[in-house]
């Protein structure tokens, strides 16, 4: 079998498939004991750096669960890392940016990010993954309002108060910003292609938090450019993912994106209609469920999958990333049930 | 004038008000110097307990801002603290329970609040209030979801892992638990309306975590529960308020509240079509367009009052709460300028 004939790669391209593809955002990480007692303390911005681990995570969860894709393992903040902003990932908090962007002189920190300089060991990572894998890599990066909110706060936030002020008082200078971050995510997933990953997913986990005008204006057309970019150099799947976006799906359409992806909070069919039917659509298990115990997930998967209908361009997954402590044997049993549950 | 005949309990009413009536989320709170000077150090839990302080902190935002409304100066965890389930607000933190909710045993630590005895110093301040108020003055609590996540997860969560949990697990000890909290929800706006509220406001912030299957099934039953029995009760109106609703909006429509609060994240016009017209709707502008600057907010608003076209049932508010590092200014100036640019 062809991993370009698989059954991932055929739902993002919208083809008939034997059953729905299965993966899980967070799928390599601390839910694993095998994680666990390999990764380590310190932050995930070394782990990455060393290939032979990061190759030996995301191959855990492909072997345990039996998924049809495996996920590169790195982090969303990597480019702006790897080009010297100052960022850390603090356990517990997440990404931390101890001077954080607020002025036209802070781009000066985010220069134009060249791969195989600023990122080696994650293309490195990219191609020992390729070797071994007989399902699709899928490669990643965070997107750019994501990012710049990081950037821009310096800490997580609940009301990404600082973030809105640039988008509002210097569109300009937030157009600069977006435009350096995009360049980051076009240069990061063009180069995890080119070294072998099969798709690849942007990653948008705060987007929800701006109205439909903010995003129409501020982000779309960045998000339009990456996305056209990369569809220009290459000719693999395309996955745009965000979290609360009920209100900004019917804009999701023209990004034009292979796959969408959507969390729990809208029921799927009814994102998939307004995300518009010729993009295929991944999601959207609550996490929770899986945390939760093995009837409450088979039972959410089985609600998603009676809206489904067994349609292709559907990938299950969940609504976002895999819950450290959820039990390992819940997500390998989902994995048997979704593909038993759409044979065709 | 009539306290009953103000703006903004015409508006609550959906009665013809001469123009718009504003009020703000937290408009008591840090983004007011008077309030930073003698707010103190210690627990809001504490604060709330001197009635001459309480009372002075709700009316600050009234004499400064000319709102017209006043919100009493409480927390939506007083109910549970009140009758010892083992509450703290941690400053920069939120509310945080030593022992968290989760199993049967732990409803005896969520005896039945009795106002008069458990929250007297609550009541003192309405009543202190009540005297003084030429606006209306709104009481609030609490909604059951946004409680018990907090009892059962013990501090904020963005997963709300442990309430699904218990929301899907234990169905039954979910009810049980969201009676209990419901009791203390009508008990403490009843008391605050026989005291002398106008009117009153269900906080639901978290609400928008769960899928509308969940809060149709789980949550809907026990709001319903709530806001008739308080119709029933008292002729004043009821608002119920939560964030992140977008996907929730069709079904607050048979809740029947008088008015239903929404966050900024979906255009205001949108969410009063889904909620019912025959509804009132607050807000909702977003509060970071007023920690930002005058030119944003009025920006802001003018898009909202363009939307609304000066129709009856609508009460201009933020999307939530007043960010702290607010200057008073920017809130002093919206007000006038909601009340002039929607003069009928």
């Keep these: 079998m062809l991993v370009s004939e698989s059954r991932f790669l055929r739902a993002c391209r919208h083809e008939s498939v034997d059953c729905t593809p299965v993966w899980f955002m967070r799928q390599a990480g601390r839910a694993l004991p095998e994680y666990r007692s390999i990764r380590g303390d310190g932050s995930i911005l070394d782990a990455i750096q060393k290939p032979d681990l ?8 492909v072997r345990r669960y039996g998924v049809d894709a495996a996920i590169l393992y790195s982090d969303i903040m990597v480019s702006a890392y790897a080009v010297g902003f100052g ?10 940016v101890n001077d954080p962007f607020s002025t036209l002189d802070d781009l000066q920190r985010l220069r134009p990010l060249e791969p195989e300089e600023d990122i080696p060991y994650v293309l490195e990572t990219v191609r020992s993954l390729t070797k071994e894998l007989a ?35 210097d569109p300009s200078l937030w157009n600069s910003l977006m435009e350096r971050l995009s360049q980051h995510a076009i240069a990061t997933l063009s180069a995890q292609l080119s070294n072998g990953a099969n798709a690849v997913q942007l990653f948008d986990s705060w987007i ?16 339009m450019n990456i996305i056209s970019e990369l569809q220009t150099r290459h000719d693999s799947p395309m996955i745009y993912f965000g979290t609360n976006t009920a ?9 034009n994106a292979d796959v969408i992806g959507v969390d729990w909070r809208i029921p799927i069919n009814k994102a998939w209609d307004r995300v518009g039917r010729s993009h295929g659509i991944q999601g959207n298990l609550d996490p929770s469920l899986c945390a939760e115990s093995y009837e409450a997930a088979a039972q959410g998967a089985l609600d998603i999958l009676g809206q489904i209908d067994n349609q292709n361009g559907h990938i299950f997954n969940l609504g976002h990333g895999v819950l450290p402590d959820t039990d390992p044997s819940v997500l390998e049993r989902l994995v048997e049930l979704v593909h038993e549950e759409t044979r065709r």
Tied chains: 1, 2.
């Excluded at 990061?54 to 969860?61: K, M, N, R, V, W």
């Excluded at 960022?87 to 931390?96: A, D, F, K, S």
């Excluded at 929800?208 to 998000?223: R, S």
């Design 135 to 169: 399902v699709p890599l899928i490669g990643f990066t965070g997107a750019p309002f994501t990012i710049a909110s990081y950037l821009i706060e310096g800490r997580p936030t609940r009301s990404w108060e600082k973030t809105k002020a640039v988008m509002k008082e």
């Design 87 to 96: 960022v850390e990932i603090t356990p517990g908090v997440g990404p931390v």
């Design 247 to 255: 209100h900004l799906l019917s804009s999701l359409d023209v990004l």
């Design 54 to 61: 990061a190759t030996e995570i995301t191959l855990q969860p």
């Design 208 to 223: 929800g938090a701006i109205d439909l005008a903010e995003f129409d204006v501020l982000v779309k057309p960045h998000l």
